[in-house]
């Protein structure tokens, strides 16, 4: 005798119950990132932890984006600059192509690229003749890139690439400056941003109000110890990057490798951000991450994360904030730091 079927009616109300707490458990998982980070209350937020499951997140994961897979650029934007490689001569299939041209000419020695920018024409119908084409370029100053065009009318997509070397920023507090090797690559309209604000050589309000240091949980290196929690504290210094005057435009979600020692990232989309004093494989690719602090400079920020702090709490997550907020300033490096162990892996 044959198995009885199903009813399929019951089996239809089963699916659609395990769909709904699927999309449920998805939800809590994102906001409780979010509130992590959030100073702002968010009282819909309640008995739910920011500890996940170690053994379900520590492990890497071939979704894991390093520096090196990276290859965006800015749409409707034409940087100009010396050529290095005529574009009407050398046409290709797409804009991560003629980036990873431009990063075939660095060298990889001292750090000196050839080319240092890129155009690229990707639009068929816009680009008619110029369709592929790839215009290798060269910057008389990369931190200050020479814009022929921009809007929506400009056909081009362009961006930058830095070598060993370049590319290097300061971030500088009372207590020392932290060089910060920038992803142009990786997230192209964050250093975008940085870019402008370096240019208006002041910050009024950029600060760090936030201080958690590595606790217990993770060791020197910013490996998490085995059976420890994973926060609070959650290991990392959080602040702000909005100048007081200007307008804040909110940046696009870009590259999102694992969270490393050292790593500069979003909250969000800006303008909070965060230097991460530990490997936070839990937290996955949660976060755009558009720069990395030399590990040399790292004392610095540990320095940070030992000053004076008071409780807080941001929705039910427990924090530490400064007591004196410290402020900070971007700074151009007089100098070329050796940034060769730095990547956003």
Not at 213 to 240: M, V, Y
């Amino acid at each position: 005798m044959g198995r009885k079927q199903n009813d399929p009616k019951i089996s239809r109300w089963v699916f659609l119950i395990l769909l709904v707490m699927g999309l449920i458990s998805c939800s809590l998982v994102y906001n409780c990132l979010s509130t992590a980070f959030n100073p702002v209350s968010i009282s819909k937020i309640e008995g739910f932890d920011l500890r996940l499951n170690e053994e379900r997140n520590l492990g890497l994961g071939s979704e894991d984006v390093g520096e090196k897979d990276c290859c965006r650029g800015i749409g409707n934007l034409e940087l100009w600059g010396s050529t290095a490689n005529w574009g009407s001569d050398f046409k290709l299939n797409s804009s991560e192509d003629c980036c990873r041209a431009c990063k075939e000419m660095c060298n990889g020695g001292n750090g000196d690229c050839l080319c240092d920018s890129w155009v690229f024409c990707g639009n068929r119908d816009a680009c008619g003749p110029k369709f592929g084409e790839c215009w290798l370029k060269k910057q008389r100053d990369n931190l200050n890139p020479d814009r022929q065009d921009a809007g929506e009318k400009v056909i081009w997509t362009s961006g930058l690439v830095y070598g060993k070397g370049e590319g290097i920023i300061g971030l500088e507090t009372e207590y020392g400056t932290m060089h910060v090797k920038l992803f142009p690559d990786c997230a192209p309209h964050s250093v975008n941003y940085i870019l402008e604000i370096l240019l208006m050589r002041h910050c009024a309000g950029c600060k760090f109000y936030r201080a958690e240091n590595r606790g217990s949980s993770w060791d020197s290196k910013g490996n998490h110890i085995k059976d420890a929690s994973l926060g609070p504290p959650f290991a990392l210094i959080q602040g702000t990057l909005e100048a007081e005057g200007t307008m804040f435009k909110k940046v696009p979600t870009e590259a999102c490798p694992r969270i490393r020692r050292g790593s500069l990232a979003w909250v969000g989309s800006g303008p909070e951000f965060f230097i991460s004093l530990a490997n936070h494989n839990e937290w996955k690719n949660a976060y755009t991450v558009f720069g990395a602090v030399l590990p040399e400079d790292m004392e610095i920020a540990e320095r940070i994360a030992s000053l004076p702090v008071k409780p807080d709490i941001w929705g039910n997550i427990n924090v530490t904030v400064l007591e004196k907020p410290l402020n900070l300033w971007l700074k151009r490096t007089q100098k070329t730091p050796v940034d060769n162990s730095v990547n956003s892996d």
